[in-house]
């Protein structure tokens, strides 16, 4: 499973440069409202440095990280559910991401021109939040009439329209579907409705360079994180051994975009387990609580279906006595069943038989 993410913003907000930094794609990153017209879309490698110690005992033929997919999608401006600018052409394109990247500009350039004629970060964020309300509840308007008819046929739909009318009332007030109490429930029963206020939110604070240590205010309950998409993107077209030397001169351990992947990994509930072997050494994303069988289905179906047990080491055993030979040796390598709870780090060689 890759996690998703679609970066969305207000006009020249830094979307698309961060897009290039982050997939080192060229996406067009021009000084004019909807330089970016038709989304691009690209996979990037997600910083693991275990990936590197268990290459470096099993001395595989390639190493596999795991991967998120960014989606960088035309600018939106106020009035965009009703058709202003690009209107409601760019949401296809993020209802189906696991969560939305809001990239807010806090940086001061007047070379570059913000699409209301000034900075100010709460405005943007509202307007933003305004439009993705408004466009779930032209979503909610739409569906109700098909889903009364469905509903004369199966008495199971009835859950959904309450469901679908109370998101309506609470939207209607300014909140996020997120924010609205539910249970599992009734939360599935109007995921296939694919309402964007209903994924969870991430926001980037597209700073000057000045301000890529500063801590800013929580946005909706959550942190900000700072980056500036300038930097990012000088660091994209960088050697390693420069990218080390420019990060340590701007006073930074790591670029702004490894604790974004971080932050989305921890908002969406992820993490990843390793398999190990001389053909490759793979990190595989599942969800933090997965057991056994699911983590193995997201290596094939078929592993899932004929799933008999799992060879488990946790990843500082593996590493501390040299491999899989050493942790079978020194007791610490478990044979588990179908209800273990998989662990970041383990890794693990399914058995299985179809």
Not at 261 to 285: D, H, K, N, P
Not at 319 to 328: P, Q, T, Y
Request: charged fraction near 25%; hydrophobic fraction near 45%; include cysteine.
């Amino acid at each position: 499973m890759a996690l998703s993410l679609g970066i969305v913003g207000l006009p020249n907000v830094g979307k698309s440069t961060l897009f290039t930094a982050l997939t080192r794609k060229e996406a067009d990153a021009a000084n004019y409202p909807f330089a970016t017209i038709e989304p691009n879309v690209g996979l990037v490698e997600v910083p693991d440095n275990r990936l590197d110690a268990l290459a470096e005992i099993v001395t595989p033929q390639r190493i596999m990280p795991a991967v998120v997919e960014f989606v960088d999608i035309a600018g939106l401006v106020k009035g965009a559910s009703e058709g202003e600018g690009l209107g409601n052409q760019f949401l296809a394109n993020i209802r189906e991401t696991d969560a939305i990247c809001e990239v807010v500009r806090y940086f001061s350039d007047p070379n570059v021109i913000h699409v209301e004629g000034r900075v100010n970060p709460e405005s943007d964020i509202e307007t933003i939040r305004t439009e993705l309300i408004l466009a779930d509840l032209g979503t909610i308007e739409r569906a109700l009439p098909r889903l009364e008819k469905e509903a004369k046929r199966d008495k199971t739909v009835e859950l959904k329209i309450a469901i679908a009318k109370r998101l309506a009332e609470w939207m209607d007030q300014g909140h996020r579907a997120r924010k609205m109490e539910m249970t599992a429930e009734e939360r599935a029963s109007v995921h296939d409705l694919h309402l964007l206020t209903m994924k969870p939110m991430l926001y980037v604070a597209n700073v000057d360079e000045s301000q890529v240590a500063k801590e800013f205010e929580h946005i909706d309950g959550v942190k900000p994180i700072p980056i500036c998409a300038k930097v990012e993107a000088d660091l994209a077209e960088l050697e390693p051994h420069e990218a080390a030397e420019y990060l340590a001169d701007m006073g930074l351990a790591e670029p702004g975009l490894n604790a974004l992947i971080r932050e989305a990994y921890r908002l969406l509930g992820l993490q990843s387990y390793f398999t190990a072997g001389e053909m490759e050494v793979r990190a595989w994303t599942v969800p933090i609580g997965a057991k056994a069988p699911q983590a193995a289905g997201v290596i094939h179906t078929d592993f899932e279906r004929g799933f008999i047990k799992a060879e488990v080491i946790g990843f500082a055993d593996y590493v501390a006595l040299g491999g899989e030979k050493g942790a079978k040796e020194g007791g610490k390598m478990r044979l588990e069943g179908k209800e273990y709870v998989v662990q970041d780090g383990d890794v693990v060689h399914f058995k299985f038989n179809v």
